[in-house]
């Protein structure tokens, strides 16, 4: 048995609420109305560096997901895997055209926005003042200014990343709108993926996995990891 069929097998996710890898898998799972079980682990939970966990990930990083005797690690793999298996025609668009769009802006949030997106976190959020690398923020803004509007102009006659309607493909770049959204930065201004971002966030599964507060220090980082764990 490669996988469960018609959701038979409890999916398990192993991952700290307040990862935005892990939200990302939350959010599909919620999406495609999935049940599951998540277990908190890494940040201030540990236990990525046992050998249980190692045997499942050897990278001991988070997420990881296990369905049946399918067991993946890699957030975006296991989107792909859970759009492939359980949303046909709903979050994996059924026209090539559409699915290697999805495809495509995955990929482009991950490697693009994704490394400039993270420094500028960690550096404001998750550094104390007085030890944050002003150089690496500044460059960090830099690179988001010519980097979002890419994905703005995109979404300029369509209302998300694939086409018209909600996919995998909008699910790394929304859950990072989110994380950009909830500390002060100098962002540009951006009418198309503000639009769109407002439509992520009337979906109750981005309210439930994506939308939870991150503080603007790492003592309010730490407090709400805790406290919506």
Same mark, same amino acid.
């Given at each position: 048995?490669? /996988?469960? %069929?018609? @959701?038979?097998?409890?999916?398990?996710?192993?991952?700290?609420?307040? @990862?935005?890898?892990?939200?990302?898998?939350?959010?599909?799972?919620?999406?495609?109305?999935?049940?599951?079980?998540?277990?908190? =682990?890494?940040?201030?939970?540990? $236990?990525?560096?046992?050998?249980?966990?190692? @045997?499942?990930?050897?990278?001991?990083?988070?997420?990881?997901?296990?369905? $049946?005797?399918?067991?993946?690690?890699? @957030?975006?793999?296991?989107?792909?895997?859970?759009? !492939?298996?359980?949303? %046909?025609?709903?979050?994996?668009?059924?026209?090539?055209?559409? &699915? !290697?769009?999805?495809?495509?802006?995955?990929?482009? /949030?991950?490697?693009?926005?994704?490394?400039?997106?993270?420094?500028?976190?960690? %550096?404001?959020?998750?550094?104390?003042?007085? #030890?944050?690398?002003? /150089? +690496?923020?500044?460059?960090?803004?830099?690179?988001?200014?010519? &980097?979002?509007?890419? /994905?703005? +102009?995109?979404?300029?006659?369509?209302?998300?990343? +694939?086409?018209? $309607?909600?996919?995998?493909?909008?699910?790394? &770049? $929304?859950?990072?709108?989110?994380?950009?959204?909830?500390?002060?930065?100098?962002?540009?201004?951006?009418?198309?993926?503000?639009?769109?971002?407002?439509?992520?966030?009337? #979906?109750?599964?981005?309210?439930?996995? =994506?939308?939870?507060?991150?503080?603007?220090?790492?003592?309010?980082?730490?407090?709400?990891?805790? %406290?919506?764990?």
């Amino acid at each position: 048995m490669l /996988a469960c %069929q018609q @959701s038979q097998c409890m999916i398990t996710l192993w991952g700290r609420r307040n @990862s935005m890898n892990v939200q990302k898998v939350v959010w599909a799972l919620e999406e495609l109305e999935l049940p599951y079980e998540r277990h908190n =682990v890494g940040g201030s939970f540990g $236990g990525t560096d046992t050998p249980a966990y190692r @045997s499942m990930n050897p990278m001991g990083l988070v997420p990881v997901m296990r369905e $049946g005797e399918v067991t993946i690690f890699e @957030s975006n793999a296991i989107v792909r895997y859970l759009a !492939a298996t359980h949303g %046909q025609g709903r979050m994996r668009p059924v026209l090539p055209m559409q &699915l !290697a769009g999805a495809e495509q802006w995955m990929d482009w /949030a991950q490697l693009n926005v994704g490394p400039p997106m993270s420094t500028l976190f960690l %550096q404001t959020v998750r550094t104390p003042r007085d #030890r944050q690398n002003r /150089a +690496a923020m500044e460059n960090a803004t830099a690179q988001l200014h010519k &980097l979002l509007p890419v /994905a703005d +102009a995109a979404l300029a006659n369509s209302d998300f990343l +694939a086409g018209p $309607g909600f996919s995998f493909g909008d699910v790394p &770049l $929304g859950v990072m709108a989110w994380r950009m959204s909830c500390f002060d930065w100098q962002r540009p201004r951006l009418a198309n993926f503000d639009r769109w971002h407002k439509r992520l966030q009337e #979906r109750a599964a981005y309210k439930k996995a =994506v939308m939870i507060p991150t503080g603007r220090s790492p003592e309010e980082w730490l407090a709400y990891e805790k %406290q919506f764990a």
